[in-house]
């Protein structure tokens, strides 16, 4: 009999960064959301657009510092090094496609009135991010996230503690995943 289910009150290490991919994921069909659907208020506009630039502008580098900055450096197995290689630079080509989303949407919190004119550039940047992050975050879950059950508890645990001081140090944005806020483009 098995009566330990630790994730119910402490998730797991893989289960804290899958909790991360499944925040991106909702946030670029939230974007696609925005873009394809005329919003029912400004209001509702505004907190969509806000809420994806939040989290893509402070959620997001958090996770990406876990991974460079916490995992990368405790994971030494050749097959992971080659993972990680490939993910740092996954990161880097990211940003350029990300900033072509944030900056639309943060336009679009400050004036939701311009919903028409910043749809398509909403929907342009999110088409252009969308496969390449999905496939990163494949990748990372299928190349990395096994290499990380094998390292010791104490080095997991180690792995947590920072990710959670990095959020302390952020006020606790982001937090597991981050994001939050209202805002009736829901993703699916
Ligand atoms: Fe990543
Ligand atoms: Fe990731």
Same mark, same amino acid.
């Given at each position: 009999?098995?009566?330990?289910?630790?994730?119910?009150?402490?998730?797991?290490?893989?289960?804290?960064?899958?909790?991360?991919?499944?925040?991106?994921?909702?946030?670029?069909?939230?974007?696609?959301?925005?873009?394809?659907?005329?919003?029912?208020?400004?209001?509702?506009?505004?907190?969509?657009?806000?809420?994806?630039?939040?989290?893509?502008?402070?959620?997001?580098?958090?996770?990406?510092?876990?991974?460079?900055?916490?995992?990368?450096?405790?994971?030494?197995?050749?097959?992971?090094?080659? =993972?990680?290689?490939?993910?740092?630079?996954?990161?880097?080509?990211?940003?350029?496609?990300?900033? =072509?989303?944030?900056?639309?949407?943060?336009?679009?919190?400050?004036?939701?009135?311009?919903?028409?004119?910043?749809?398509?550039?909403?929907?342009?940047?999110?088409?252009?991010?969308?496969?390449?992050?999905?496939?990163?975050?494949?990748?990372?879950?299928?190349?990395?996230?096994?290499?990380?059950?094998?390292?010791?508890?104490?080095?997991?645990?180690?792995?947590?503690?920072?990710?959670?001081?990095?959020?302390?140090?952020?006020?606790?944005?982001?937090?597991?995943?981050?994001?939050?806020?209202?805002?009736?483009?829901?993703?699916?």
């Amino acid at each position: 009999m098995n009566s330990r289910e630790p994730q119910d009150d402490q998730p797991s290490l893989v289960g804290r960064l899958l909790d991360c991919h499944t925040r991106i994921r909702e946030m670029l069909s939230l974007a696609s959301s925005l873009a394809g659907t005329p919003p029912e208020t400004e209001d509702d506009t505004r907190a969509s657009a806000e809420r994806i630039a939040r989290y893509f502008t402070r959620a997001l580098p958090m996770h990406t510092r876990d991974e460079e900055e916490s995992i990368l450096p405790r994971l030494t197995d050749p097959d992971a090094r080659a =993972a990680l290689d490939r993910m740092r630079g996954e990161h880097h080509d990211h940003e350029r496609l990300l900033q =072509a989303l944030i900056e639309p949407c943060e336009t679009l919190a400050s004036s939701p009135e311009r919903w028409s004119e910043l749809r398509d550039a909403i929907r342009d940047a999110a088409s252009a991010l969308e496969p390449h992050m999905i496939e990163h975050l494949a990748e990372e879950e299928r190349d990395l996230f096994p290499h990380l059950e094998r390292l010791e508890e104490a080095t997991r645990q180690s792995i947590l503690d920072e990710m959670d001081a990095r959020r302390a140090a952020r006020g606790g944005g982001g937090g597991r995943g981050g994001g939050g806020g209202r805002g009736r483009h829901r993703a699916p």
